[in-house]
């Protein structure tokens, strides 16, 4: 891809990122069930890294969001050291499994539910040792049945490309992941937004499980119909 055009779709992907995300912040696009806010705009930079490559998808997502992140509480270090990282590995490693795995085996999407199902349980287990409210826990698993169903219906029925399915779960494990323990450690040291601070080793848990649960549904959901037709435009597009 030439350097301009993958600029283009950088500041394409960072500012649709950017502003979807302010949003749902404001409530636009943005459903609450209990502390539960949902953030729809993942499936933008998980669209653009499958079709643009992996490059593309990782810095417009670190840039999206540190735009969203200084709009919404303005705490650039915060950003730099937590939300930046954890997306631009999350959406860098989508693009990254999707173009490096060329066997599309079952055996990808069946790693991917086993992923899911794995959050589900995990979700059971802080709710029954009171980590989670029954209602948060139950908001988070609806969320995951959502993208399990989609996980299902694209990976077998519709679009029938297992590797993608891997990819979306994957990467978003691995940027909540960094989201839990990266809050985590911004508590020890500073104040986080609201007041917060010296979160307890739970935070970990219940951070990344709520990035992921909060999350899953729409990158499942949303960017999937977007990549199929965007695969048979953009040749087209390109005079391929």
Request: with cysteine; proline share 4%.
């Amino acid at each position: 891809m030439r350097k301009s055009w993958e600029i283009a779709t950088i500041a394409l992907s960072a500012s649709l990122y950017a502003v979807i995300g302010y949003a749902s912040y404001l409530g636009i696009f943005t459903p609450m069930i209990g502390v539960v806010r949902f953030w729809p705009s993942v499936f933008i930079p998980a669209v653009f890294a499958v079709l643009f490559g992996p490059r593309v998808g990782g810095i417009s997502a670190a840039i999206g969001i540190f735009i969203s992140d200084m709009m919404i509480h303005g705490n650039a270090l915060l950003s730099l050291s937590v939300g930046v990282p954890a997306n631009f590995v999350c959406f860098y490693s989508v693009g990254w499994f999707t173009d490096k795995i060329k066997n599309n085996s079952r055996l990808w999407i069946i790693m991917a539910i086993s992923e899911e199902i794995f959050l589900v349980f995990l979700i059971a287990i802080t709710m029954k040792i009171g980590m989670l409210s029954p209602a948060v826990a139950i908001a988070y698993i609806i969320g995951i049945g959502i993208a399990l169903f989609f996980t299902i219906l694209y990976g077998f029925f519709w679009s029938k490309n297992h590797v993608l399915m891997f990819a979306y779960n994957t990467g978003l494990l691995m940027g909540s992941l960094i989201i839990g323990v990266g809050i985590y450690l911004f508590s020890q040291i500073f104040v986080l937004p609201g007041g917060a601070q010296k979160l307890s080793l739970e935070a970990i848990i219940l951070w990344s499980v709520w990035t992921y649960a909060t999350e899953i549904p729409f990158m499942v959901a949303l960017s999937t119909p977007i990549i199929v037709i965007g695969n048979k435009v953009l040749p087209k597009v390109r005079g391929e």
